[in-house]
């Protein structure tokens, strides 16, 4: 309750300054501490030491200001994920939706595998065995979700009935994937990023048989 109070407080003081609205000075604010946080969630700090301060120190912004937009550090570990997940999302539709329906599970997983190349951060925050609880707890609630949408998928494509068979494919198909991704970026997996895309997407391409989802 506390905290809410300053986070009341300090929302009624934002004002325009040098020209810059106080909104957009907030959102500023807000896109440091979602970097600062994806700096260390996806550093190699352990995330159960993740304090605001340390937050604070790595956006290079006081204390107060965190407080603007976070009630406390749970909730900024659960924002970084979700804005990450979101960006994902988004590109890999993209991508996509750019080539023919044939060429889904490449163009998917090759952005994917391309997005945790360019940037370990991300990598490590969506994969990492080392993760604190609002983490572990977000990537369940994102596979289930992920699942929830590969169904969807297989009941738009092949146009079958819903049924379990359908679920189960869907959540064996994203656990897969997840579990190999988080074996690859340990090292366990061998392979280049173009050979980690090839041998997923040839696996996925198995599943494009609407035999197997017929009750």
């Given at each position: 309750m506390a905290r809410q109070g300053v986070k009341m407080v300090v929302m009624t003081q934002v004002r325009p300054y040098r020209g810059?609205?106080?909104?957009?000075?907030?959102?500023?604010?807000?896109?440091?501490?979602?970097?600062?946080?994806?700096?260390?969630?996806?550093?190699?700090?352990?995330?159960?030491?993740?304090?605001?301060r340390a937050i604070c120190r790595q956006a290079g912004l006081a204390v107060r200001y965190f407080y603007e937009s976070f009630t406390d550090k749970d909730e900024l570990v659960a924002a970084v994920f979700d804005?990450?997940?979101?960006?994902?999302?988004?590109?890999?539709?993209?991508?996509?939706?750019?080539?023919?329906?044939?060429?889904?599970?490449?163009?998917g997983m090759a952005n994917i595998v391309r997005t945790i190349v360019d940037d370990?951060?991300?990598?490590?925050?969506?994969?990492?065995p080392h993760a604190n609880?609002?983490?572990?707890?977000?990537?369940?609630?994102?596979?289930?979700?992920?699942?929830?949408?590969?169904?969807?998928s297989v009941l738009d494509t092949?146009?079958?009935?819903?049924?379990?068979?359908?679920?189960a494919t869907a959540h064996f198909v994203?656990?897969?994937?997840?579990?190999?991704?988080?074996?690859?970026?340990?090292g366990t997996v061998q392979l280049s990023p173009d050979e980690l895309v090839d041998?997923?997407?040839a696996i996925l391409d198995v599943f494009v048989d609407p035999d197997l989802f017929k009750s």
């Open positions: 810059i609205e106080a909104a957009e000075r907030l959102a500023e604010r807000r896109r440091r501490f979602l970097e600062a946080g994806l700096d260390l969630l996806g550093g190699g700090q352990n995330p159960e030491e993740l304090t605001v804005w990450v997940i979101a960006d994902i999302a988004g590109t890999t539709q993209a991508a996509v939706t750019a080539v023919p329906l044939r060429e889904y599970n490449q163009a370990p951060r991300v990598g490590r925050l969506l994969f990492s609880p609002v983490l572990v707890r977000k990537r369940t609630e994102s596979e289930a979700l992920m699942a929830m949408l590969t169904a969807q092949f146009g079958v009935p819903e049924n379990e068979r359908i679920k994203v656990g897969g994937v997840v579990q190999a991704i988080s074996t690859w970026l340990a041998q997923l997407t």
